[in-house]
């Protein structure tokens, strides 16, 4: 049986990773973030991976309030560079792959084409440099790895590092209070499914294929058009408008184009994910369950 350390078992994504992996022949030793483990702190880290002996380490913490990257750049890089390192290192000591998750936020947007695997990187905020730099720590000291880009994720669970919420149940609870919402309609993305995600991933775990995966539904659209999706879906009557970038006047700046190709999953034969707008439905058709 495939025993697998889970850092962020609680997490909007290890929590789909632990309820998809379990039972399936394999066993799920979960982490929670800070609580029972912190990567950024090496002795402890190696101690507890130790303890649990895994095969695989799949590793969700992130420091990932874009926003927030910009005046806390520390604590960004303690976690997604130095966290990064040493679990690269504990991994390496121990001979056994690091499975990480980086973000579409590495790319610059001026290619206006689905990014594939092999594209230059030209992360425009802090957070995408850390990104980055997690992704070189990781192809410098390992040769057993799993890099997966994610763009727009959302899941039941939520982000912890965001208030356990993500932006579908942002604009639901806005919509709720405000009379119109305004949403940006000129960074175009694809909101992607926690559950799919999971999906996927325990495919390429069967695989053993390590490299770097983009893993995103397929499609794109706006964040505008992203949340006039889940009103019409929700059946919402709150007024939502476009708005652009300079307008809504986020500190961070986004790339406006970061759609992901997963070239490299259909290249060891697995199938595409689904279309965002049928997994989103499928969300919002599971909240109240």
Not at 9 to 20: A, E, K, P, Y
């Amino acid at each position: 049986m495939l025993k697998i350390a889970l850092i962020g078992v609680n997490g909007q994504l290890g929590t789909d990773i632990n309820s998809h992996f379990e039972g399936k022949g394999i066993k799920i030793e979960g982490l929670v973030g800070l609580t029972d483990i912190n990567v950024s702190d090496y002795k402890t880290s190696e101690s507890i991976i130790k303890s649990i002996d895994p095969d695989l380490v799949i590793n969700t913490a992130a420091f990932h309030d874009v926003d927030l990257c910009e005046d806390e750049a520390r604590s960004a890089f303690e976690v997604n560079v130095i966290g990064v390192r040493n679990l690269a290192i504990i991994c390496n000591k121990m001979d056994i792959p690091l499975m990480h998750f980086s973000t579409d936020y590495i790319f610059d947007g001026k290619k206006k084409e689905p990014y594939i695997e092999d594209d230059c990187a030209g992360p425009l905020s802090l957070y995408g440099i850390s990104k980055l730099a997690g992704e070189q720590i990781m192809r410098y000291m390992l040769d057993k790895y799993y890099i997966i880009r994610l763009s727009g994720l959302y899941g039941h669970a939520g982000s912890v590092g965001k208030g356990n919420t993500n932006f579908v149940e942002q604009m639901i609870k806005m919509s709720e209070k405000e009379k119109e919402i305004k949403v940006v309609d000129d960074q175009v993305l694809t909101p992607t499914s926690t559950v799919d995600v999971a999906e996927k991933l325990f495919e390429l775990i069967q695989t053993g294929k390590y490299g770097i995966y983009h893993m995103t539904n397929t499609g794109s659209c706006s964040w505008y058009e992203f949340a006039c999706e889940i009103f019409r879906l929700m059946k919402l009557p709150t007024k939502i408008s476009p708005t652009n970038t300079e307008e809504f006047g986020a500190k961070a700046r986004r790339p406006k184009y970061s759609v992901l190709d997963n070239l490299n999953l259909r290249k060891i034969g697995l199938d595409d994910l689904r279309n965002w707008k049928e997994a989103l439905r499928d969300y919002i058709g599971s909240r109240d369950q």
